[in-house]
């Protein structure tokens, strides 16, 4: 059994190995039902790969998780992320489509300017994007728009349209992304009931003072979310960012602990986190428009 890692490095190569025609070196939409049959495999790709698996017909991991896709199941995959189970020795018949394409064909257009933006590229396999039927239908005639411009000769107007296209694309997955945030708000309620409970338990004690400060990607660590998506979560619950909310949460910690006169602002600093007391003087002061000294001596006389 291998369990190699296998780096695919171009379009073409992944194209080859599905045994389907290359009609563009750079951008390649694949009808995976028509590809050869394929053995599992741990692999990353050097290009953006977009898959929509029409069956729950397999499992793979991506990410830490292991993931059985649904029908209509969208998973976006930027260069470098790994992806796939080890060789089982058993031969699969994938279904569903992919589109893959590489960074130099978005490269100098709006898309390559504006591809961080998507970051749904850098999410876990669970959280991904599960389509509607109506919203499958949408997905695919995008597909269908690429690769009838495959089809047509090059031209100087080609690499823009193709650009667009795809581009296209992915807007319609930040609007079904969008639609996914609001109709799993019970669940992502949950997630920021959980990550209040994980502020207070952190700040409880001398944890801050040990670890230091709680970064955005560790707090979405222990959620069991991806950065990006534990981002974008928040922003769209609270209408702060994860790091406004963790720094909200600190002030408020903060202010509660200057209305005890046996903590000195140095103490009080290290316990929350801070490696040091000007940083969190810096930190407060921008937050409430005055520094912890002279909150201390407003409230005293209150």
């Not at 300017?113 to 991904?128: G, H, M, P, Q």
């Amino acid at each position: 059994m291998k369990t190699s890692l296998l780096n695919i490095e171009t379009v073409t190569e992944y194209d080859d190995m599905l045994g389907v025609e290359t009609l563009h070196p750079l951008v390649s939409v694949i009808d995976l039902s028509q590809a050869k049959p394929m053995h599992h495999m741990r692999h990353t790709f050097s290009f953006y790969v977009i898959f929509l698996k029409d069956e729950k017909n397999c499992d793979l991991i991506y990410g830490r998780q292991r993931y059985d896709y649904q029908k209509g199941s969208v998973v976006c995959l930027a260069p470098g992320q790994v992806i796939g189970i080890e060789d089982t020795g058993e031969t699969f018949q994938p279904q569903g489509y992919a589109l893959c394409f590489h960074p130099d064909l978005i490269r100098g257009t709006n898309l390559g300017r504006t591809i961080k933006e998507y970051t749904f590229f850098s999410y876990e396999v669970n959280e991904a994007l599960h389509l509607s039927e109506r919203e499958r239908h949408t997905f695919i005639d995008c597909l269908q728009n690429i690769q009838e411009e495959l089809q047509h000769s090059v031209d100087r107007m080609s690499k823009r349209l193709i650009a667009n296209h795809i581009e296209l694309l992915l807007n319609y997955c930040l609007r079904f992304y969008e639609r996914q945030f609001i109709t799993r708000q019970d669940a992502h309620r949950d997630i920021l009931t959980r990550f209040e409970t994980f502020l207070d338990q952190y700040f409880t004690g001398d944890n801050a003072a040990q670890k230091g400060l709680p970064s955005v990607k560790h707090c979405a660590s222990e959620l069991c979310l991806s950065t990006n998506y534990f981002g974008d979560l928040i922003k769209k619950e609270t209408g702060r960012t994860a790091l406004e909310y963790i720094q909200d949460k600190i002030i408020s910690i903060a202010k509660e602990q200057l209305l005890l006169p046996s903590e000195s602002i140095s103490q009080i600093a290290y316990q929350l986190g801070f490696q040091y007391p000007q940083h969190f003087t810096r930190v407060f002061k921008k937050a409430t428009g005055m520094t912890p000294n002279e909150y201390r001596s407003k409230t005293e006389y209150k």
